[in-house]
């Protein structure tokens, strides 16, 4: 079965940020539920992190890295991306970040 990314948000000019899992997007901001939520970064040129604020009172756990608690007032955070795949005609590149959560994390686009 083939993922649907259905939430998204504009995370900076020309790059978008889609959701899968228990995630409910409102304007610039991603509430993110107990559970797997996967990340997927487009852009036209490789993003090796993508800023966010993350908020809430819960906590991502990133295979392979140490967990990032969330506080209520939240925290700007790189998040590390993982390349994913290129579309050869566009140059489109698709970056992703599978993670798990517990709690409730709140992910927002922070202001420049």
Request: net charge neutral; glycine share 10%.
């Amino acid at each position: 079965m083939t993922p649907h990314f259905g939430a998204t948000i504009a995370s900076a000019p020309a790059v978008t940020t889609f959701f899968e899992g228990p995630v409910t997007v409102r304007e610039d901001e991603a509430r993110l539920g107990p559970g797997k939520v996967d990340l997927l970064v487009r852009s036209a040129v490789p993003m090796p992190s993508i800023r966010m604020v993350v908020g809430g009172d819960g906590r991502l756990r990133l295979p392979g890295r140490a967990s990032i608690i969330a506080r209520p007032a939240g925290a700007l955070v790189d998040l590390p991306l993982e390349p994913r795949y290129t579309i050869r005609d566009t140059g489109e590149r698709f970056q992703g970040l599978a993670m798990k959560v517990e709690g409730e994390v709140i992910l927002r686009v922070p202001s420049e």
